[in-house]
């Protein structure tokens, strides 16, 4: 598995932005593939955005498309979310994820290894 560890979640007003961090520790080839997922009190965890180990494969959830970008800068072992035009529905907390595969990759049920979570509040 690997060690991960959130950052960059605050409070901002809708039409705002802000940029999460995932730092991973421990065996990389457990963190292939890494995976922004949010979660809401009494709701399912939603997927938000995943990218491959090169940065060339992305997949977004259609409620962030446009609005979301998933970056990842290997020689740091960091994942990053720029989320830009902010909304209401945005709020959550935000868990980065990884996995060693690209396959069913906005299933939560196939991440092995998952961070704290950090809070995004988005106030109208």
């Known amino acids: 598995q690997v060690q991960l560890v959130e950052s960059g979640g605050g409070l901002v007003q809708a039409g705002g932005s802000l940029r999460l961090s995932c730092a991973a520790s421990?065996?990389?080839?457990?963190?292939?593939?890494m995976a922004w997922f949010r979660q809401t009190p009494g709701k399912v965890r939603e997927f938000v955005a995943a990218i491959s180990w090169s940065g060339v494969d992305t997949l977004y959830g259609d409620s962030v498309k446009g609005r979301f970008t998933v970056s990842r800068d290997t020689a740091k072992n960091t994942m990053y979310l720029q989320m830009n035009g902010l909304k209401p529905e945005d709020t959550a907390v935000y868990h980065c994820?990884?996995?060693?595969?690209?396959?069913?990759?906005?299933?939560?049920?196939?991440?092995?290894?998952w961070g704290q979570g950090t809070q995004v509040t988005v106030s109208s």
């Open positions: 421990g065996r990389t080839s457990s963190s292939r593939v």
């Open positions: 994820a990884a996995r060693p595969r690209w396959s069913n990759i906005d299933s939560a049920h196939d991440y092995d290894s």
